[in-house]
């Protein structure tokens, strides 16, 4: 490989990572309106509609607004871990969507055959994203640590406890998935789920869809599970000493995280790129994924119109008591469907049925 | 090439935040290098290919492990002055400790018995060959004993943590959610005659 061929190689990946970037930040400006006027919907008044046509331009102006408002330091804080700390939030946001496939294309027939569209299509891709979602946790434990305040430090320690918590609920549903499509690879979770409606993972799998769903709002420290940032209780939370743009780092990254939330759960459980019924083909695969995506994410939003947010012990009650117990109770079931043929014969009709759902069989 | 270089970087990278872990005065700080050091050796897996075992690193130690840490490292409140005074006493044992072991790793690598003509060198496998899938035939098959004992004792020592620590306050209200669901209209309303 000579230099030019290397030079080539860092500026497609470049420009891979912008493709992806540029359209997230712009997903979670949009969401945010989106957000507001929903909510205004939901709650019967305007929602913001002064900024341009429809408000369309409101995200930009809270942009320019954040980005030029001083970013106040507490005397006491620790500097460094205070400056750092919305950037470590950030960065496993935008990471984790790195090996999420987008789609297959054939680049407007230039390629023979159809590629995934993921700036990396790692035979990991599940863990990968389980791993790297685990250390915005770190984020919020840094800045709620180094801002040496009792309501960013409480805030923080129970956003901690709390993402512990529905991590593992959240693990032990991707392990159901895992049985049925026999591979860690996103994309090959979303072969398996090839072929119209009938063969997507959440109907073998309902309750686990219904848990990771929800545990993903409990990841993202979404409303009914908004804890950490409690503003009744303890002002805002992990970032009540953030001012301006750090702050908005933040809502960035929740924003990122919710979206790769929804992302995940439609690769997961609801097809990924597939239409649900075959004749839908002519729709591009990514539009399907995007709109499986977005009405997710309108559900994240319909959540916080709707429920108020829940209270410390039935928070633990419901991640520990009932999701826990429910996620080993189906991979028991998932696991012993799945060679119950081989006991005896009487029970194949139980492999046969799990067996539609396991191309790997 | 390449391979060489990022060896080096994570190696050198691992090493200096160890270094850090021990020197820094802060404990929050040690935490932060610790984890930096732990990235560094998943790095080093994934050169060697065995992109599970680096993505599990991180995903157990960094992901749960070390958040443990932080969260207790959070809690205590360290006397800075209390850690310094005193480690004239302790040196003597620690140094003593620090050059046996300096002693045994140098013993064990001028042996030759990790020469690079003895041990297995790991070359390059085909993208086809997925190291998830091999390390998950061997475990549950040649090694699926020691797997299986091994999940017991974390059971075990699961069990027994939380035996320990379980204590249910008397004076506490706990909310039993099916009695509240199941509660009818004449549990709580009665006629008043007036």
């Known amino acids: 490989m000579d230099l030019f061929d290397m030079i080539l190689q860092g500026l497609i990946w470049a420009l891979e990572i912008l493709a992806i970037v540029v359209p997230v930040a712009l997903g979670v400006a949009y969401t945010t309106y989106a957000e507001r006027r929903v909510i205004g919907w939901m ?126 609920s959240m693990g032990l549903s991707i392990v159901c998935v895992l049985i049925l499509a026999g591979s860690l690879g996103l994309s090959d979770i979303v072969y398996a789920q090839q072929g119209g409606l009938g063969h997507w993972y959440f109907i073998p799998l309902f309750p686990m869809f219904i848990v990771f769903f929800i545990a993903g709002a409990a990841e993202t420290n979404r409303s009914p599970f908004d804890l950490p940032e409690g503003e009744a209780e303890l002002v805002a939370g992990f970032f009540v000493e953030y001012s301006g743009m750090w702050f908005a780092t933040f809502s960035l990254a929740e924003y990122a995280a919710m979206i790769l939330v929804s992302l995940m759960t439609s690769i997961l459980f609801l097809g990924g790129w597939y239409p649900p019924f075959e004749f839908l083909d002519f729709i591009p695969g990514t539009v399907w994924l995007l709109a499986k995506t977005s009405f997710l994410i309108f559900v994240f939003i319909w959540f916080r119109a709707t429920f108020p947010r829940y209270r ?28 119950a043929g081989e006991l005896s014969d009487s029970l194949s009709f139980l492999s046969d049925g799990i067996g539609f759902y396991q191309p790997w069989r | 090439m390449l391979e060489t270089g990022f060896f080096y970087l994570f190696g050198g990278l691992a090493i200096f935040a160890a270094l ?32 599970f075992l680096g993505i599990v690193l991180i995903l157990i130690y960094v992901g749960a492990v070390m958040v443990l840490f932080m969260f207790v490292v959070m809690m205590l409140e360290v006397n800075q002055a209390a850690k310094r005074e005193g480690w004239l006493r302790y040196l003597p044992i620690g140094g003593m400790i620090a050059l046996i072991l300096f002693g045994e790793l140098v013993a064990a690598s001028v042996s030759g018995l990790f020469g690079s003509e003895t041990m297995a060198m790991a070359s390059h496998m085909g993208a086809e060959v997925n190291n998830t899938v091999e390390i998950g035939k061997i475990l549950y098959t040649e090694y699926l004993l020691g797997f299986e004992i091994a999940a017991i004792i974390l059971l075990v020592a699961l069990v027994g943590a939380i035996v320990l620590t379980l204590r249910e306050r008397k004076d506490a209200k706990y909310q039993n959610i099916s009695h509240q669901v199941n509660v009818r209209k004449e549990d709580r309303l009665t006629k008043v005659g007036m």
Request: overall charge neutral; hydrophobic content about 55%; aromatic content about 12%.
């Open chain 1, 43 to 168: 709650q019967v008044r305007q929602g913001c509609n002064r900024v341009g046509p429809f408000g369309l331009l409101q995200p930009l102006a809270d942009g320019l607004k954040l980005f030029l408002k001083e970013t106040i330091i507490p005397t006491t804080a620790n500097k460094f871990l205070f400056v750092a700390a919305p950037v470590m939030a950030l960065m496993p946001a935008l990471l984790a969507f790195a090996v999420v496939p987008f789609g297959e294309t054939t680049l407007f027939g230039l390629w023979e055959t159809a590629h995934v569209m993921s700036i990396a299509n790692l035979n990991v891709g599940v863990l990968y994203v389980m791993a790297i979602s685990s250390l915005s946790i770190y984020g919020i434990l840094m800045a709620g640590w180094a801002s040496n305040s009792k309501y960013a430090l409480i805030g923080a320690i129970r956003s901690t406890s709390q993402m512990i918590s529905y991590e593992i």
């Open chain 1, 312 to 339: 410390y012990d039935q928070l633990m009650r419901l991640g520990w008591k009932v999701f826990l117990p429910w996620t080993l109770a189906w991979i028991a079931v998932i696991g012993i469907c799945t060679y």
């Open chain 2, 20 to 51: 850090g872990v021990i020197l820094s005065a802060n404990t929050m700080h040690s935490v932060m290098w610790l984890i930096l050091c732990f990235f560094n050796a998943s790095g080093l897996f994934f050169l060697l290919d065995a992109e």
